[in-house]
């Protein structure tokens, strides 16, 4: 579809560089500008609704959530679907499916049942026969995207913004030095960036895990859902039959929900949510940590939470550090230490194991016994890969990044080492 918003800014955006350098310039030289403008996409909600597909197995492309459920893994595909996994062989993991799902970034297992987002449909899916999964139900209109909730009456909906980089032509000041300036047009806008098996195999738990990013997450007879500004709860006691119930409205840049025990804990930019879960159906706020504007997981063990801030520029921040939080009082939550990390993204933690993942800079290991020393025990840096999130799991570590799929062992700390790698396929392969 003509991408309509488009050819309304654009203009505007070009106008205003035109003003800012005609209204600067005496004598005139041609350059030019390079920016990025964002162009929308549209989608019919019948073309939305029609093409969820379960495919053969895939490579990995663009790797965004990881969850774990019993011998299995999924691995989202960013925006694409979710690729299937049986782990029942940690050092040797085979992909088995790859559920193609429209605008999906997040993901949720219960009872051989899987919750995934479709842009603003909620599709469910039995997962009893990972060979043979099937779609059982879709909530229509339940999920916002970009941060609205669509019109149940419309029939097309905004579904996300592709980049694209414009060089345009200005003149300047002939005396003055040229610089190759980058604008950025919409440079916030939020992608969100969270039993039988097979051959009859026993699935181990009822419901699985996710990583620090997840926006997804299960308790009990409920699934939680983030989006940009709120909270929305949906009752799966008939995990067939998710029925939509309470939305709460938390506040502009919402990022992550994780829970524990009988709280979530909700990161935003510019803050951590707390909120009272003792019932189920209607969390209660206790409280929120504010912190400078940044990305921001976080994951609780004890009485501690363990925050990260990093810049990038769907934060808008500037700072890269691990917070320490005292919660053991949810209504007073205090910030006990900080320390400068280069560049944390999602992270674990297990028996006061830290696994802490850096980006471009790879994944550290901490003990944190005494949260007030933790550089001082870094046990592992593993430079030699990418690191977006992790999930622990006793004694194997997912680790997801740009590159791939990692296992790590790490029953024994000291000797912690990769068993397994499913690497990202180059491009146009």
Known sequence: ???????????????????????????????????????????????????????????????GKIYSYGDYLFVNEVGEGIHVIDNRVPSSPQVLRFLSIPGNVDLAVKDNTLYADSYIDLVVLDISQPLDIKLVNRLQDVLPVNGVIVNPAATTFLAKYNPKQVTAPYSSDCGAPVQNGRGILFDNISTQFSNKGLAGAAMSSPQGKGGSMARFTITGDHLYTVSLSSLQLFDISQQNQPQKGQRINLGWGIETIFPYQDKLFIGSTNG???????????????????????????????????????????????????????ISN????????????QNPHGLGIDQSTLFLCEGAFGLKV?????????????????????????????????????????????????QMKLISKIPVAPANS
């Open 1 to 63: 579809m003509q991408p309509k918003l488009l050819l309304l800014f654009k203009p505007f955006y070009l106008v205003l560089f035109w003003g800012f350098f005609l209204a600067s310039c005496t004598d005139e030289c041609e350059s030019t500008i390079s920016y990025t403008v964002y162009e929308p996409v549209y989608l019919t909600k019948e073309e939305l609704r029609t093409s969820v597909k379960v495919e053969p197995a895939r490579a990995l492309q663009n790797p």
């Open 272 to 326: 951590m949510h707390i909120y009272d879960n003792a019932n189920p159906a209607s969390p209660v706020h206790l409280s929120t940590y504010a912190h400078v504007n940044s990305c921001d997981p976080v994951v609780v063990e004890g009485d501690l939470a363990w925050v990260t801030l990093r810049s990038g520029n769907a934060c808008a921040g500037f700072t890269n550090q691990l917070e320490v939080i005292n």
């Open 330 to 341: 949810p209504r007073s939550p205090k910030m006990i230490k900080t320390y400068p990390m």
């Open 366 to 414: 901490f003990d944190v016994k005494d949260p007030l020393a933790v550089t001082n025990n870094l046990l592992k840096h593993f430079k030699n890969q990418d690191a977006y999130d992790v999930i622990p799991l006793g004694h194997t570590l997912l680790l997801v990044g740009k590159d791939g799929l990692y296992q790590f062992d790490y029953s024994n700390l000291a």
